[in-house]
């Protein structure tokens, strides 16, 4: 069964740090790129980062660029979300998403919800 398990959200204080983790099993992780969305209440899901199947390459939202950083980890089929400077405008609740390549559909975890707030 392939699945994605996101953990790592919380409460944290602006100008804090949290760092999420998504744990891939069911599929060859190596194979595919990988991101992180986040939704915030009554807005619309929006693209946070991407990173390549090799890690090579990686891409940022304009609002989270110099404070996130995705990474990954093809050995522990892991991918992550380091997220420094923290404002409340980053809450949100936070979805790992498997790209759909060779002809496989695209796979969301469950979501983790991140607060930023004093």
């Known amino acids: 069964q392939m699945q994605l398990a996101e953990s790592g959200g919380g409460l944290v204080q602006p100008g804090g740090s949290l760092r999420l983790s998504c744990v891939a099993s069911?599929?060859?992780?190596?194979?595919?790129?990988m991101s992180w969305y986040r939704q915030a209440p009554g807005k619309e899901r929006e693209l946070v980062a991407v990173?390549?199947?090799?890690?090579?390459?990686?891409n940022y939202a304009e609002s989270v660029r110099g404070r996130f950083t995705i990474s990954r980890d093809n050995a522990r089929n892991m991918v992550t979300l380091q997220m420094n400077s923290l404002k409340p405008e980053d809450t949100a609740v936070y979805y790992c998403?498997?790209?759909?390549?060779?002809?496989?559909?695209?796979?969301w975890g469950q979501g983790t919800l991140v607060t930023v707030s004093s």
């Open positions: 990173i390549t199947a090799a890690g090579h390459k990686t």
């Open positions: 998403k498997r790209s759909a390549q060779y002809g496989n559909p695209e796979i």
């Open positions: 069911g599929f060859t992780f190596n194979m595919y790129s």
